[in-house]
């Protein structure tokens, strides 16, 4: 899986969550919700949508990024909605 550092985050972020929790969350659990603003939760699941979807591009990861902080819709919050959210609503160009 391709691992991308914290210097590819554009949109601010806080750092207060443990790195290796982050990291560890498996698939797209429907009972954990995602804080967008926690810069290491929003690394390891963008990182973990891309490599389901075959994807690796760092531009891609950042329109995933600004896409999840500027657009998501106000309810949608555990893993899984947002996995599902992304899917109907992130085109590649």
Same mark, same amino acid.
């Given at each position: 899986? /391709? @691992? !991308?550092?914290?210097?590819?985050?554009?949109? @601010?972020?806080?750092?207060?969550?443990? #790195? #290796?929790?982050?990291?560890?969350? @498996? &698939?797209?659990?429907?009972?954990? *919700?995602?804080?967008?603003? #926690?810069?290491? #939760?929003?690394?390891?699941? /963008?990182?973990?949508?891309?490599?389901?979807?075959?994807?690796?591009?760092?531009?891609? !990861? *950042?329109?995933?990024?600004?896409?999840?902080?500027?657009?998501?819709? !106000? &309810?949608? =919050? @555990?893993?899984?909605?947002?996995?599902?959210?992304?899917?109907?609503? !992130? =085109? /590649?160009?």
């Amino acid at each position: 899986m /391709i @691992s !991308f550092p914290t210097t590819v985050l554009r949109l @601010s972020a806080k750092w207060t969550k443990n #790195e #290796e929790v982050c990291r560890n969350i @498996s &698939g797209f659990p429907d009972a954990m *919700q995602l804080d967008v603003n #926690e810069g290491y #939760e929003v690394i390891h699941f /963008i990182t973990r949508y891309m490599a389901c979807r075959g994807w690796g591009s760092e531009i891609t !990861f *950042q329109n995933i990024e600004t896409l999840i902080k500027t657009r998501l819709p !106000f &309810g949608v =919050r @555990s893993h899984k909605d947002v996995k599902d959210w992304l899917d109907k609503n !992130f =085109r /590649i160009a």
